[in-house]
């Protein structure tokens, strides 16, 4: 008998997952092609380029939604033990610490923000007396040895251990996911433009109008255009999802898109002297640092900022390029709050500031190519100014970087869009795991598969408080 087809449009960490585990879990009875519109192969867009968090039990609700996460964490776990992850993809447990910065001798009250599934930070502010200098339990890496001559004190608190928090380099993962599911997966280079659809041959009394979608139409890079038959189709497409469905003439789902700017420091090469290329081949790291991956907050310090800012006065605009102990907090551009992720190869990723976007159009008719996030130059500078004034030797390394953003997809109802299309067969929609799409992405993917193999109800985590039909009549 020959294999389901399952056409999966996407290939990030949700797609491959998928593919994955419909080949764990349906022991070759299924072969997936993944498509994507990027040459360089998967995760090209936020899987590429997102910090690789992972922790249990930072999503707080509601209780479908928790359970998803710690799904996901537990998946990733036994794929770093199925795949060697902390050889094929950087997978490690890391301790994790939240930071703030205060103004010294402040009378401003911080108000906690109430806990939210996006923002794991509001609900873990530091309790912990400020210190003048760097507190005892943060490695030696952060902030200054000495703050004496500053003007800020730091609370820190450990908000996650090694049995809750781990990290990976969430590019090496996704696509070792799609290399794991080989022979039966395979990546397509190519544009999907549309879906075909017919009549469901097999629908039941309550099904009448049920539509089942029997091919993928795609673009290919030479121009030509093909018809892939499928059995399932699986639109794993992030926030391009709303626009490809309103192009196609499917349920709209809405999903819009939330751009996030990283910045990565890269420990072994240098800056070069006129265009800022590396080099690399350094015998040693350019700056230390250890499994330990940080919050920081400087709500307070800029509050107070601003307070003292005379009427009409220019925001700070300065970016530091040394420790802050060597000149005033006051010159350090920062953002409100800021995430900061060492990695094993000696690398450090950070990112800080997101705002909304509209994503590049899908454009059924254009040319099949990779699309290209803009990257907000103001935004990567408060990054890069943050990383420089809290970790000294990354100023003092001068390492090269890469200043990138990606899209993260949201829904409005802050959940996750996953299940059957409204008014289909044999459709999946997989979208708006947001912020944590890293951690979501495997629990994502095997109920996915477990959606197509066993059936609706038949899933590890009750995903039907996810299914796309709870936006009954499309997004106003």
């Not at 809750?164 to 599911?181: G, S, V």
Request: aromatic letters at 6%; charged letters at 20%; one cysteine or more.
């Amino acid at each position: 008998m020959a294999p389901t087809t399952v056409v999966i449009v996407g290939a990030g960490i949700t797609g491959c997952a998928a593919a994955f585990y419909l080949a764990r879990l349906g022991a070759g009875s299924h072969h997936c092609i993944v498509i994507d519109t990027a040459h360089s192969g998967p995760a090209s867009q936020a899987s590429g380029k997102a910090g690789g968090f992972l922790a249990r039990g930072w999503v707080h609700a509601p209780q479908a939604h928790r359970d998803l996460a710690d799904r996901g964490f537990d998946l990733h776990l036994d794929i770093a033990r199925s795949l060697d992850g902390a050889r094929t993809y950087g997978y490690r447990a890391v301790t994790t610490h939240s930071v703030e910065l205060r103004p010294r001798e402040s009378t401003i009250a911080v108000t906690p923000r109430p806990p939210l599934s996006s923002s794991p930070l509001s609900a873990r502010r530091p309790t912990e007396p400020l210190h003048k200098a760097r507190p005892p339990l943060l490695p030696q890496w952060v902030l200054p040895d000495n703050n004496e001559s500053g003007a800020i004190d730091v609370a820190a608190k450990t908000i996650g251990t090694t049995a809750t928090t781990a990290q990976c380099d969430p590019r090496r993962l996704t696509r070792a996911l799609l290399d794991a599911a080989a022979p039966h997966a395979e990546f397509l280079h190519a544009r999907a433009i549309g879906v075909d659809v017919a009549p469901a041959a097999t629908a039941g009394p309550n099904q009448q109008g049920v539509s089942r979608a029997v091919a993928v139409k795609v673009l290919l890079p030479d121009g030509r255009t093909d018809s892939i038959h499928a059995d399932h189709v699986v639109l794993a497409m992030g926030p391009w999802a709303r626009d490809a469905a309103a192009e196609w003439g499917l349920p709209v789902p809405p999903v819009s898109a939330i751009r996030a700017h990283s910045v990565v420091f890269h420990a072994n090469e240098r800056a070069g002297p006129a265009d800022g290329g590396g080099e690399s081949g350094a015998a040693e790291p350019a700056f230390a640092t250890s499994a330990d991956c940080l919050f920081c907050d400087a709500t307070a310090l800029l509050r107070e900022r601003r307070r003292r800012q005379p009427a009409g006065a220019a925001q700070a605009t300065t970016t530091m390029l040394g420790p802050p102990v060597a000149g005033s907090w006051d010159d350090v551009d920062l953002p409100a709050e800021w995430e900061v992720y060492p990695r094993p190869d000696g690398s450090l990723y950070v990112c800080g500031v997101s705002d909304v976007y509209d994503v590049p159009s899908s454009g059924s008719s254009e040319a099949v190519r990779d699309f290209e996030i803009e990257v907000a130059t103001a935004a990567t500078a408060k990054v890069s100014a943050a990383a420089k004034a809290c970790i000294p030797g990354v100023a003092a390394a001068e390492p090269a970087v890469s200043l990138q953003a990606c899209c993260l997809p949201t829904c409005r109802d802050g959940m996750p869009i996953l299940g059957p299309v409204d008014g289909f067969q044999n459709l999946w929609l997989a979208t708006a795991n947001d912020c944590w799409g890293i951690l979501l992405g495997p629990a994502t993917g095997e109920a996915i598969a477990e959606l197509i193999i066993k059936g609706e109800g038949a899933t590890t985590v009750d995903v039907r408080p996810f299914y796309p039909s709870r936006f009954k009549g499309g997004d106003d």
